[in-house]
T-cell receptor
Framework: KAGVTQTPRYLIKTRGQQVTLSCSPI?????VSWYQQTPGQGLQFLFE???????NKGNFPGRFSGRQFSNSRSEMNVSTLELGDSALYLC??????????????FGEGSRLTVL | AQRVTQPEKLLSVFKGAPVELKCNYS??????LFWYVQYSRQRLQLLLR??SRESIKGFTADLNKGETSFHLKKPFAQEEDSAMYYC??????????FGKGTLLTVNP
């Protein structure tokens, strides 16, 4: 079974631009979560989707948004990029449904550098 | 609010020595506690969870609700245990709250 796949793996943007990151979950997994990982703040929760519905959102500005498609694939978008948005963005999937959290299966991440 | 504290950013031990990675949490409800590990150049992966009460790669962790702790222990560390370890707390809101991690180095 293929793992969680994230694209692109690396990207460089300049301040003010916007970026879209993509995540394909493990087949059969319907819940997708996004986390931002930085050296200073560690792993911080961005949002969680299940069946195309956002069930929870972390404490990030409105420039951070996401969505999930009917095939469970997910995208996140960051608009008006700031230097502080430079980070590793991790996507994680799980079968989802009705349990609280359970085991998350992580992708390798998309490393965003904002210049 | 959910909060996880890992007091040690770095922990260095010698091979064969016991190791304990500390984790304390704050949560008003019934917590789910996990340890995730990230080996060099690998993705973040689950090491163990409190509900399974099993030993993985020689590691165990016991949930102590009185002390709100979930420390990770191994009696005899191995060089291949060198990695970044994250304690994580799950609640009823579909998110995991991670500690900032402890980098474990096992020296030969």
């Amino acid at each position: 079974k293929a793992g969680v796949t994230q694209t692109p793996r690396y990207l460089i943007k300049t301040r003010g631009q916007q970026v879209t990151l993509s995540c394909s979950p493990i087949s059969g997994h319907r819940s997708v979560s996004w986390y931002q990982q930085t050296p200073g703040q560690g792993l911080q929760f961005l949002f969680e989707y299940f069946s195309e519905t956002q069930r929870n959102k972390g404490n990030f500005p409105g420039r951070f948004s996401g969505r999930q498609f009917s095939n469970s694939r997910s995208e996140m978008n960051v608009s008006t990029l700031e230097l502080g948005d430079s980070a590793l963005y991790l996507c994680a999937s799980r079968p989802g449904g009705y349990s609280n959290t359970g085991e998350l299966f992580f992708g390798e991440g998309s490393r965003l550098t904002v210049l | 609010a959910q909060r996880v504290t890992q007091p040690e950013k770095l922990l260095s031990v010698f091979k064969g020595a016991p190791v304990e990675l500390k984790c304390n949490y704050s949560y008003s409800g019934s917590p789910e506690l996990f340890w995730y590990v990230q080996y060099s150049r690998q993705r973040l992966q689950l090491l163990l969870r409190h509900i399974s009460r099993e030993s993985i790669k020689g590691f165990t962790a016991d949930l102590n609700k009185g002390e709100t702790s979930f420390h990770l222990k191994k009696p005899f560390a191995q060089e291949e245990d060198s990695a970044m370890y994250y304690c994580a707390l799950g609640g009823s809101n579909y998110k995991l709250t991670f500690g900032k991690g402890t980098l474990l180095t096992v020296n030969p």
